[in-house]
């Protein structure tokens, strides 16, 4: 999202920025509870001691809003895009994902050119980890 739908909306949505903002702000929300949810599994000493269904829960209602968020630009960008637009879109979607990182990383920029060098930093840090660790189902395709 931050890589392709989230510029694209920048530029199309002029009065209905706060649709973006609400995105944006929900999705680094869902991104630190995950992140919370991963240091808890890992047991990290930081987040080992809060009780499993309070992490859970959190994670449970920060997905609820953004994806509520989400939904509210989708439709707000689907009214704005025409057929090849929101093809076009979909591909580039498609294209981010295949080659996003595969961890949250809430506390690195996603946005601008310091987001673009994060985003393929993050990315090849985690393919290393994947690799590593022998994460099944995320192998980059050739």
């Not at 060098?117 to 290393?128: K, M, N, P, S, T």
């Amino acid at each position: 999202m931050q890589r392709a739908v989230y510029p694209a909306a920048s530029r199309r949505h002029g009065e209905n920025q706060h649709l973006l903002k609400e995105c944006r702000a929900r999705a680094r929300e869902t991104g630190w509870a995950l992140r919370l949810l991963e240091c808890h599994l890992a047991g990290e000493a930081a987040a080992v001691g809060r009780e499993p269904g309070t992490v859970q829960a959190h994670l449970g209602q920060c997905l609820d809003a953004y994806q509520s968020a989400e939904r509210a630009l989708v439709t707000g960008m689907e009214e704005r895009l025409t057929a090849s637009e929101s093809e076009q879109l979909a591909l580039g979607y498609r294209a981010a994902l295949a080659r996003a990182p595969t961890r949250p990383h809430p506390r690195g920029p996603h946005a601008g050119w310091p987001g673009q060098i994060a985003f393929r930093l993050h990315a090849f840090w985690d393919g290393v980890l994947d690799a590593i660790d022998s994460r099944p189902g995320v192998a980059r395709p050739e």
